[in-house]
C-alpha cells in the first residue's frame, strides 16, 4: 500500500486510473470500515482510502481534540484489505488556507435531526467530502449506512453537482449484541458499553409496532425515548422519517405505505451515539 499526504503525490499515483473506488474515513479503523473496503473492491479498482479528522465538521465544544487518532494500528489493517493507496493529509495539505468556500446542504434536510443538535456538521461534511472526491476523483465511494443522514446528503450533493461518482451504501455493521461500531464506542465505561446495545433495541422495538401497524408516531418516538430516558440515556431524538427525504411522514405517505426509516442518537454518559434502521 502506498502511503501519501500530498494531492501532488494522490494524483500521480492515480494517474491514468478511471475505476477507482473510494472510502473517506476519519481513521480508527474498526470491522464497520473495513467491511466499507471490501465492499469498494466490488465496485471498482484500484481501492483509495483515506485518513483525515476534518475539524470543519467538529462544533467547538466536540472531541475534536480527543478523537481517537490510531494511524499506525490503521495502516496494518487497510494494507490486509487490499487498500492501495492511503490518502493522509496534514491539515495544512488539505486546508492551506481558510476554506472560506463552503458547500451547504439545503435546510430541509442539513438541519434536521443530527443537523439540528450539531450545526455546521454537514456543511463540515459536505465540504471535506467534495474536496476529498476533487483530490481522489473516484468513479465510486463508499458511505456506511449508520451515518444515514450523511449518506443521503453526498449522495444529493454528487447528483446535484452532476459529480462522475456514485454513492454506494453499505450496511451498518453491527457487533453481536447488536451495537452499531462507532469509533466513539471505545469511550464507553464498561458499564456503558453493556448498556450501549438498549440503543438498537428501543430501534428495533420502534421499526416492530409500525411494521405491525402502529402508526401513531409521535406516541412511538415519545415511548422509545421516555424508556431510554429511564434507564438513565439523555436522548437527542428518536425520530421516524421517510427514507426518500427524512422528512417526518404525513398520514398520506403512511397510509401509501412510505419506505421508512427511525433515526436515534442519545448520550449514555458523555459519549453520544447515533443509529437508524429502515422499516
Ligand atoms: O463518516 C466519516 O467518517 C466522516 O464524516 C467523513 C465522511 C470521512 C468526512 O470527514
Redesign the pocket.
Known sequence: MKIVSTIEELRDQLSGQLRTAFV???GNLHEGHLSLMRLARKHGDPVVA?I???RL?FGPNEDFDKYPRTFQADVEKLEKEGVYVLFAPTEKELYPEPQEFRVSPPDGLGNTLEGEFRPGFFT??ST??LK?FSCVQPKVAV??KK?YQ?LMI?RNMARQFALPTQIIAAETWRADDGLALS?RNMYLSATERAEAPSLYRALTSVAGEVRSGHLDIYQLEHKAMDELASRGWNPDYISIRKQIDLQPPTAGDLAQGAPLVVLAAAKLGTTRLIDNLEI
Open positions: 473517506p474515513t476519519m483515506s483525515f479528522v476534518n465538521q463540515g461534511v471535506v467530502v476529498l458511505f456506511g451515518d450523511q453526498v469509533s
